[in-house]
């Protein structure tokens, strides 16, 4: 999506126009007064259907990065292949990071994560508000549920290092978190209040949420959104067909090679 963002230097005002979503406020309305009723949230049924709203809702908003590529760019023939095949090669390196070091794959992953997380705000100007938003995101789930998340960083990373790196993330998020309340202020005086007050309940519910559920909340219902509306609005001469085809499409093949990946790395243990 960064493509996108090379687009749009204007400084964004984010409201409610499609970017914050009312499913936002009904799916965290509603997994609050499951938390204050007691209701188990990190079950293997809630667990399995959070997995499943992330993978399904998550995955269309990054499907139209080529075609943004292609508008940013007038890439044409030869080169536009050039760009898809470095666009893939970027994918395949980071699949043979991920099984020959994993611990460096899921530091990496995350790092690339937070700067994405950051691009959310395009109504900043300082690059480290933006930062310090997106390591909130990760950061936060951290700090209030440090062993499931450690234990989630284990099995990513393959091993202990993965704990060592859900530590690194706890230790970091009161700085995060206190950065990002600035940034939550800025955004607030700006004139993004709905954002920033959908952002402060996403932190929040990372916090007292479980990890899927709280990121589940926050990626499908927020994050996606954001950037599912800025895409539209710069492909918005791409026929409704073609674009429900082409995210489908390439949804479809993140999620298979994901699936594929996971599938060598359990195959090919680290040494």
């Not at 992953?109 to 930062?131: N, Q, R, S």
Request: charge should be positive.
């Amino acid at each position: 999506m960064m493509a996108a963002d090379s687009l749009n230097h204007r400084r964004t005002r984010i409201g409610r126009g499609g970017v914050v979503p009312v499913a936002f406020w009904i799916v965290g309305m509603y997994l609050a007064t499951a938390l204050a009723a007691g209701i188990s949230l990190d079950g293997r049924t809630a667990t399995g259907l959070a997995t499943l709203v992330f993978v399904v809702g998550g995955m269309p908003h990054g499907a139209y990065d080529i075609a943004l590529l292609t508008r940013a760019t007038r890439l044409r023939h030869g080169w536009l292949w050039l760009a898809v095949a470095g666009y893939v090669g970027i994918a395949i390196g980071m699949a043979v990071l991920w099984v020959v070091v994993p611990a460096g794959g899921l530091i990496l992953f995350l790092m690339v994560a937070a700067i994405h997380f950051g691009e959310d705000w395009t109504m900043l100007d300082e690059p480290l508000l933006k930062m310090a938003a997106g390591t909130a995101i990760i950061a936060a789930a951290a700090i209030g549920h440090p062993a499931q998340v450690a234990a989630l960083f284990v099995t990513m990373a393959g091993g202990p290092g993965g704990a060592v790196i859900a530590r690194a993330a706890i230790a970091v998020a009161p700085v995060a978190l206190l950065v990002t309340s600035v940034g939550i202020w800025v955004a607030w005086r700006e004139g993004a209040r709905e954002w920033a007050a959908a952002t402060a309940v996403a932190i929040v519910a990372l916090i007292l949420l479980p990890p899927v559920a709280g990121f589940a909340l926050f990626f499908v219902f927020l994050h996606s959104p954001r950037h599912l509306s800025a895409a539209r609005a710069l492909l918005d001469d791409m026929p409704r067909a073609k674009w429900l085809t082409t995210g489908a499409a390439m949804s479809a093949l993140a999620i298979g090679g994901g699936g594929s990946s996971r599938g060598v790395s359990r195959r090919c243990p680290p040494t």
